[in-house]
């Protein structure tokens, strides 16, 4: 393999063979091709994308590059959520014991925060002991003992795209359909799912913020899952403002455990339960909507998904008493209000600012190696198309420190648009699966 020409014909627009993208990916992996000649190739992908045979074949080589957990011989559905990423987006942690509670097994493999976004592992972390580093044969006893684990990415599963991702993220080549579905999708399907949902999150605080683009994202994942056997649905969420109120880990567990005894916000429910209808349904458990809706709803009034969730908490080391004790969880010692400073209307929440506010908390990372701070966050009960008064609190600053808060107080001033009106993105907008996209509004 002459790696010099093969980075020329992709940045001349040609296509390189499966056999080629075999042979880069078990290079780069073994150590034996550079991060420069890998990140001029990917320099070279974010510019003349890949055909559909070069995603399949990339998405092949960098699910082979490690294992993969292997439930052959079980016969029972086994479903995954997986968001692009957003603010306050909690879903996970509701949807995964719910669906676990309808004789479907989720073997969630969860990421950290990234950039402006909050992460499920840095959620699951705030509950003091929880273990989210299992080995592969841990979370395959777990899901086969009672439906339902929630780790990290394991040394063993994509070792490429450990690799990969690391260096696009220092290299401006993070942004390029193909690589992020590939990227996504070869951990996915590492997990031996047989059904996926995934929540394209769309607008200003979602990675990729034009819908058009976000559509063309959900296709490719689809394309690559249905390829694969593993049933691939995808639902485009607003992300153009937070999803519920909290923002920052330990204050997102506990309204994850509101929403589990039934007394979640309106929008993260609405958004929550959209995605596990779609996971009953891909999992074969339930035809019609309405069906798989009332069965969710079952979970949560009958307490079996809280009671999933406890379990799982206990399992993974976690204190399963914080589940009705949230005092058991991380609080941060400084709190204020943050207040409207005019009469009007809400017309924004942004949420990069909002996820940058969290940064500044130290409840986010700014490098990868930096510890974050669960106890720390915002609680921001303002939405857009709310009518307030001048002083009316929009924003609760949970800071370890004063000076923390200020720093909050600035990003707040950048996220929280008071106007005349509001026109926010509809919360769940489309449906796309193989057969097509659905407008849902
Ligand atoms: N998340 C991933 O796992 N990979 C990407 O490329 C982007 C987001």
Not at 31 to 53: F, H, N, T
Not at 180 to 200: F, Q, R, Y
Not at 299 to 328: K, N, W
Not at 339 to 351: K, L, M, N, Q, S
Request: charged share 20%; proline share 5%.
């Amino acid at each position: 393999m002459h790696v010099p020409r093969l980075i020329e014909r992709k940045r001349d627009g040609g296509v390189l063979t499966p056999a080629e993208w075999r042979a880069v990916i078990e290079a780069y992996t073994a150590d034996q091709l550079p991060d420069y000649q890998m990140s001029a190739l990917a320099m070279a992908i974010v510019w003349r994308g890949l055909a559909a045979e070069e995603l399949a074949a990339l998405t092949e080589a960098m699910l082979r590059s490690g294992a993969s957990l292997d439930f052959s011989g079980w016969s029972t559905p086994r479903v995954d959520k997986h968001s692009i990423g957003g603010v306050g987006d909690k879903t996970s942690l509701l949807l995964a014991p719910m669906v676990a509670c309808c004789g479907v097994a989720v073997p969630m493999i969860s990421g950290r925060g990234l950039g402006h976004t909050g992460g499920t592992l840095d959620k699951l972390e705030a509950i003091p002991g929880f273990n989210t580093r299992l080995s592969l044969t841990q979370a395959i006893a777990q899901v086969k003992e009672f439906g339902l684990v929630m780790l990290g990415q394991t040394p063993e599963i994509c070792p490429a795209d450990k690799k990969l991702y690391a260096l696009r993220d220092v290299t401006g080549t993070v942004e390029s359909i193909p690589l992020i579905s590939a990227s996504i999708m070869s951990k996915k399907l590492a997990e031996g799912l047989t059904g996926l949902v995934l929540d394209i999150k769309t607008g200003s605080g979602a990675f990729i913020t034009d819908p058009e683009q976000s559509l063309v994202l959900a296709r490719t994942m689809i394309g690559i899952g249905e390829m694969h056997g593993c049933r691939t649905v995808a639902l485009l969420t607003a992300m153009d403002r937070p999803l519920g109120v909290a923002c920052g880990n330990a204050l997102e567990v506990i309204e994850s455990l509101e929403g589990l005894k039934g007394r979640g916000p309106a929008d993260l429910m609405e958004v929550t339960y959209a995605l596990a209808v779609e996971m009953l349904i891909v999992a074969g458990v339930d035809g019609d909507r309405a069906a798989a809706r009332a069965r969710l709803e079952e979970t949560v009034r009958s307490g079996r998904a809280l009671e999933m969730f406890a379990r799982m908490t206990a399992a993974q080391g976690g204190d399963a008493a914080a589940v009705e004790d949230y005092t058991r969880l991380p609080e941060a010692p400084v709190m204020e209000t943050y207040a409207a400073r005019r009469d009007g209307v809400v017309a924004e929440v942004r949420p990069r600012p909002i996820g940058h506010a969290i940064i500044a908390l130290g409840g986010g990372r700014s490098r990868t190696d930096d510890q974050v701070d669960p106890a720390v966050g915002l609680m921001v009960p303002a939405k857009p198309g709310d009518r307030v008064k001048a002083g009316d609190v929009l924003a609760v600053i949970h800071a370890r420190t004063s000076a923390a808060a200020l720093l909050a107080r600035a990003s707040l001033d950048e996220a929280i648009v008071i106007g005349e009106a509001a026109s926010p993105r509809p919360l769940v907008s489309h449906r796309v699966s193989g057969a097509g996209v659905e407008r849902l509004v």
